[in-house]
């Protein structure tokens, strides 16, 4: 009995090993289905680049808002975009003193003139007075936009759920 289970186990084990040789041979099947996998670990080409000099863009978040009266309108705090990843409205840190009584507000991104914004100091204008931005309703996350416009002629922001 003991000498059928050694020819068997040493029949498993000489198969196995046959198998792993067969495998490491140059044109057996099993190397050609090894193949795409290892065009699969090919690095990824390198990502296009561009450059954008440093007074031609800057960032917008934390800037101040001001009217065209010159009047203090609060910071932009959040953008808005759609699913397309455009810019559809930026969000408003306005009224208060110190982040104490002040509540966020949504314009509409085409009611925003950035003229020259090299300097943190340099403000952002609003097309909107203070007594229109002061009326509008709060932002809350997760409730529906409410966009202030400029023009009163804006897109609705519908999602498909």
């Given at each position: 009995?003991r000498a ?38 090919e ?25 065209p ?11 808005i ?16 003193f ?22 943190k ?8 007075t ?27 922001l519908?999602?498909d759920?």
């Amino acid at each position: 009995m003991r000498a059928k289970i050694l020819a068997v186990f040493t029949a498993a084990v000489v198969a196995a090993f046959a198998a792993a040789a067969a495998e490491n041979e140059p044109g057996s099947p099993q190397t050609s289905q090894a193949a795409p996998n290892a065009a699969a670990k090919e690095p990824a080409p390198p990502p296009s680049v561009t450059v954008i000099g440093a007074r031609d863009a800057h960032g917008v978040l934390g800037r101040e808002v001001r009217s065209p009266a010159n009047e203090d309108m609060g910071r932009i705090v959040d953008v808005i975009v759609d699913r397309d990843g455009v810019v559809r409205a930026a969000v408003i840190d306005f009224g208060g003193f110190l982040g104490v009584g002040s509540r966020k507000i949504v314009v509409d991104w085409n009611a925003l003139h950035f003229g020259w914004i090299a300097n943190k100091s340099d403000s952002i204008t609003l097309e909107l007075t203070k007594d229109q931005v002061a009326a509008a309703p709060e932002y809350k996350e997760d409730t529906p936009l409410i966009v202030l416009g400029a023009s009163g002629s804006l897109q609705s922001l519908q999602f498909d759920h």
